[in-house]
């Protein structure tokens, strides 16, 4: 069964703490993993998709990475404004669908 | 470029009572999806169209949900009756549709639908 599991389920930082939330995925096959970014009140916003273990991408103090198992999304320095939640999703091999976690809360005090 | 639009924003009704939302996806999208999310959770799918037709509707309540997506652009989803555990998110999404399936899918604000 196509399983994702988030952790932490939040996390407070200070503004500038660097840190990393974590999306561990069980799935038949990965055609792609997404990250989500999702305000109070909206909807999800997209931030980066990852094809194959070993693949990183980066935009301003986010990056993502993808093993075999589970991905991170490392936050460098960050500031209030990231404060949201981050949902990873996981689309299997020969499937259109997403199966999403249930997000990590962060929350950067100023 | 527009972005995937939704209405209402937000629904307050009864129970019992029917209740409808209305999607309109990024120009140009032929998949669209609708999504449940209830709070603290990630969103759910519940039917997926490609162009008109619906291609994965496994998760739909049938008994009491109904979707439509008539000229494969804008899509209505229903629910009569409502019941107090539909209250919810209601999201919309939608992808170019490329064949392979290797795609993002962008979503709307969503309707905040609250059943008394």
């Known amino acids: 069964e196509d399983q994702v599991t988030q952790s932490p389920e939040a996390l407070r930082l200070q503004e500038g703490e660097s840190s990393s939330l974590n999306c561990s995925y069980t799935?038949?096959?990965?055609?792609?993993l997404f990250w989500y970014r999702q305000d109070p009140g909206k909807g999800p916003e997209f931030l980066f998709t990852l094809y194959s273990a070993g693949e990183e991408k980066e935009k301003e103090r986010l990056k993502a990475t993808l093993t075999k198992k589970e991905s991170f999304l490392h936050i460098t320095a960050p500031k209030p404004e990231d404060s949201a939640t981050y949902l990873c999703a996981v689309q299997p091999r020969g499937a259109n669908n997403l199966f999403f976690g249930t997000g990590t809360r962060l929350t950067v005090i100023p | 470029e527009a972005g995937v639009v939704q209405s209402p924003r937000y629904k307050i009704i009864e129970k019992k009572q029917p209740v409808a939302f209305w999607c309109n996806p990024i120009s140009g999208h032929n998949t669209l999806y609708w999504y449940l999310q209830n709070l603290g959770q990630g969103p759910e799918l519940l039917i997926r169209y490609e162009n008109e037709e619906a291609v994965d509707d496994s998760q739909l309540p049938k008994d009491r949900f109904s979707a439509e997506r008539l000229k494969g652009v804008d899509s209505t989803l229903k629910i009569q009756p409502a019941e107090l555990g539909d209250s919810a998110v209601y999201l919309c999404?939608?992808?170019?549709?490329?064949?392979?399936?290797?795609?993002?899918?962008?979503f709307g604000p969503g309707t905040r639908l609250l059943v008394l």
């Open positions: 799935v038949s096959g990965l055609r792609g």
């Open positions: 999404a939608s992808s170019v549709g490329l064949a392979g399936g290797r795609e993002t899918q962008y």
